[in-house]
């Protein structure tokens, strides 16, 4: 069993090493050149995000796919990720997570694209779709379809269940004593209530909850830079230096060179925003939409706001503490730093973070469960559905009360893993997803003129 517990520890860092790092970075620059930046058009998908399509075939309005697909993006590692990645890198990892959000929205338009443009429907006239159908659809190799509803069925209990429970029920226990089974039974119950009623459910409540809870954050961040005073522009000008320094030590306070600045910010950067995971797509292919232009261009947003946004805020925030109170960097537990940080607003500073990690994961719970179950549903049809719902609640109770090292080892290897079938049909079919670009960008309200078909029967015939 060490053996094996061994092999998986190995194994996840080695993954989410160097061969994530080329294959994601190198379809973030491929999707970028091959849109011809499709990033100008960043503020035109904010736009369209808040601008209902009633005309549009869907389950969902475009806004609420895109805060659903955000509750799952942003989660703990906006907060303690970024910390992880100046504890191991140095504030220049701030500026390579920010870079890899920059160039990760192509990534992001073009999965999503890949998506809505081969969704189905089913017979009770609910949208389907994701990279599983993409797969089967537009590259015709139903295996690597499945595959990917395997790895995202199954991963969803780990990562976006289980270990965002836990990360509710130690905030709350360590900062207010709150047990972890009393929590349990709470995260549980409010998971099922919000879940059992399906997508339309889920969005009526992350298109409240998302909101709030980044503006809460991005408010508590604002406060403390403000506390910070002038280190809170010195910080900045660190990140940007450190990025470049060759030399450990050249930036100060911190000890680290460039190629662990690189390695640590676009890991943790392609970890946060999820773009090439596939995962986003799953939610945004049930949106109403007229064409895959119009969602696809809402849904790269995510990237923007999750990475170039929160990530950014948080590592000027903590960087910016550090320069103010050195001490802060003394410990080698990442978390320690954050929860110092914010502790700089009196009474209520603490209370802030820990709220917001809470609802930070609560909301990564509420979404991956709908990716989780429409992999599922890919692989064995509509009668797994509320079977598997309830076993996500119940894991939900469970990943507050019990230690998940493993899990989560496990977890972030089905993650990654995910990238591999998403990324080939990314880069296979570019061709035609460039071509629905043009198309559409500059007439977006035009109706695509091809036919949703309607499944008849279970998607995957295992």
Known sequence: MQG?????????????????????LGTHLFCTFRTGFVQRFTFKGIKLSVTPDPDGEGDVSQFGALTTALAATIGTGNIIGVATAIASGGPGAVFWMWITGVFGISTKYMETAMSVKYREQTEDGRMIGGAFTALERGLHAKWLGVIFAILGAVAAFGIGDMTQANSISTSLHQNFGVPTWITGIFVAIFTAFVIIGGVKSITKVTEKLVPFMAAFYVVGSIIVMIMNGSNTGAAVVLICKSAFSVQAGAGGLFGFTIAQALRYGFARGLFSNESGMGSAPIVAASAKTRNPVRQSLVS????????????????????????????????????????????????????????SLALFAYSTILGWSYYGERCAEYLFGPKIIMPYKWLFVIFSFVGCVVELNTVWTIADILNGLMVVPNVIGVWIMSGTLVKDLYKYVHDIDAVDPTPVPVVHKEIADL
């Open 300 to 355: 790269m947003t995510g990237t923007f706001w999750d990475t170039v946004i929160i990530c950014a805020v948080t590592g000027i925030t903590l960087v910016g503490s550090a320069i103010s109170h050195p001490e802060f960097i003394s410990g080698e537990d990442s978390t320690v730093l954050t929860f110092q940080a914010f502790g700089l607003i009196p009474v209520i500073g603490r209370p802030v973070i820990a709220i």
């Open 4 to 24: 094996f517990l061994d092999f998986i520890n190995w194994f996840d860092g080695w993954l989410w090493g160097l061969p994530l790092i080329i294959v994601l």
